[in-house]
């Protein structure tokens, strides 16, 4: 009999134990998103192992490149993130929870909505639970919200370069129509197209992909161009719209098809008019 409730003890301490840090588990995690939408940057560290990663589909990030992805966006900016459908299992010091992460605008300056599975892998750290890993399903937007983001996209259309410099850093190249180079931008439902002629008409260069805004940036991902190693790049760039003029500086930062960051590239300021109908 006292052996029956030894065991009995015993399987009613680990099932407490259990629950315990299974909430913990499920604690740690949304403290992790709630540091993300607070750009609380010591939390973020301090609940990550100092191997952390997040896999996403096109690159990975480690706690210093996503802070200082984070860095970047202007103080006022916020997304929130809301977590469902939870599933947390324990085994020893480990853990891994699978769950649906939800992204909405926090701020008028944020577009981004959209959702994705996600699955992350916690250890135990002394009586503490730090995430070691996030990996990423392919980013879902919403169907409403596409049509929505492209109904109300002030980039829609097609955009002539009115006056350019390139490579700002050094020696730069600048470009005035009709004495230099003429090419004409369009977006058109997140799409992009891209054409670059001389000033007697002879081809130089065509990109096309997709794109997505982000407040005060748009996000080129380019899926064909007549440069080879740019297909599957992602460049990021500053953007605002006045009338009929378009503002484009940068990029800001650009990922490699493979998702290494590139950290030598050529700066540019654009002005671009609406393209006229005739």
Not at 6 to 25: D, R
Not at 30 to 57: C, G, N, P, V, W
Not at 117 to 135: F, H, P, S
Not at 175 to 185: H, I, W
Request: proline fraction near 4%.
């Amino acid at each position: 009999m006292k052996i029956l409730r030894f065991l009995l003890l015993a399987v009613i301490v680990v099932g407490c134990q259990s629950g315990q840090n299974i909430k913990k588990v499920d604690a740690t995690l949304h403290s992790f998103y709630d540091a993300i939408e607070s750009k609380d940057y010591q939390t973020l560290r301090d609940i990550t192992t100092d191997d952390y990663k997040m896999i996403r589909t096109d690159r990975v990030w480690t706690i210093d490149s996503l802070i200082n992805k984070l860095q970047q966006t202007k103080p006022a900016e916020k997304s929130i993130y809301e977590l469902s459908e939870k599933e947390v299992t324990l085994e020893g010091s480990a853990a891994w929870i699978t769950y649906r992460t939800d992204i909405n605008p926090g701020t008028d300056t944020v577009s981004e909505t959209g959702q994705w599975t996600e699955t992350a892998v916690l250890r135990e750290k002394g009586n503490e639970w730090k995430i070691a890993l996030i990996q990423s399903t392919d980013y879902m937007p919403r169907p409403a919200q596409i049509a929505k983001r492209t109904r109300e996209s002030p980039l829609e259309g097609g955009w002539e370069i009115a006056y350019g410099t390139y490579g700002i850093e050094d020696e730069p190249i600048k470009v005035t129509p009709p004495d230099g180079p003429n090419s004409l931008k369009v977006f058109c439902n997140e799409h992009f197209a891209y054409v670059l002629n001389d000033k007697d008409g002879s081809f130089l260069g065509a990109a096309a992909g997709s794109y997505e805004i982000r407040g005060d940036h748009y996000i080129e991902r380019t899926e064909w161009s007549s440069v080879p190693e740019n297909v599957g790049s992602k460049k990021i760039f500053n953007f605002h719209v006045e009338g009929d003029s378009l503002f484009i500086s940068g990029p800001i930062e650009v990922i490699e098809a493979d998702g290494e960051q590139r950290e030598d590239f050529r700066k540019m300021e654009e002005v671009r008019v609406r393209a006229s109908d005739n």
